[in-house]
């Protein structure tokens, strides 16, 4: 799939300004800070799809970038170190809830993690949302080039091994976006799904 032709579509604060429950899309999420956009940006080909910022947490809205009509990625809110206030943090967490429960389109997250940060509780939480709702998960431990490789591959075994991440359709990468590593590997993932 050529994942160069995404293009942003809308920002939604509620469910329902989703584009129509049909089709295949996956969602991506991650802390403040993880890597995310960044992530988004490496594996579309594209350097300011998905804005990135120093002001961590900026994404606050479920961002819709159309591969084309009938496949989507989805930028969910990430939060972390972002100051958000407790409503905000309140709405986000039942919408992303219900999000994960009824949205028939949906077929995989890509969850970020900071390698050198991983299993954090919002993390936990969207495994864990994955797992009930039967989602497969790809979870992405960025900035793998911030770490020597034995470290890295050490964390990788670490996380992979963890009972989040392990029993289930879960899979673990090391994944850097600057020097690309572990690209075609997510987007091999992402074909899958939504082909």
């Known amino acids: 799939m050529d994942y160069s032709k995404a293009q942003y579509v809308l920002n939604a604060h509620r469910l329902a300004q989703l584009p129509p429950?049909?089709?295949?899309?996956?969602?991506?999420?991650?802390r403040s800070n993880s890597g995310k956009s960044s992530a988004i940006n490496t594996i579309t080909r594209q350097k300011g799809l998905a804005r990135t910022s120093k002001t961590p947490g900026r994404t606050q809205h479920l961002v819709v970038f159309e591969l084309d009509p009938d496949r989507r990625l989805i930028d969910l809110p990430g939060f972390g170190y972002a100051k958000v206030p407790d409503s905000v943090r309140r709405h986000?967490?039942?919408?992303?809830?219900d999000y994960f429960r009824t949205r028939e389109s949906l077929r995989g997250l890509v969850l970020i993690m900071d390698v050198r940060h991983p299993l954090k509780p919002f993390d936990v939480s969207m495994l864990d949302w994955c797992r009930q709702a039967n989602l497969p998960c790809q979870v992405l431990l960025s900035k793998a080039d911030k770490l020597k490789r034995g470290p890295a591959g050490t964390t990788l075994l670490e996380v992979s091994g963890k009972p989040e991440t392990s029993g289930w359709d879960c899979q673990v990468q090391l994944f850097s976006a600057p020097k690309h590593q572990g690209v075609?590997?997510?987007?091999?993932?992402?074909?899958a799904w939504l082909d």
């Open 92 to 97: 986000w967490n039942a919408t992303l809830d």
């Open 184 to 191: 075609d590997e997510v987007r091999a993932r992402l074909d």
């Open 21 to 30: 429950d049909r089709g295949a899309e996956v969602a991506f999420a991650g």
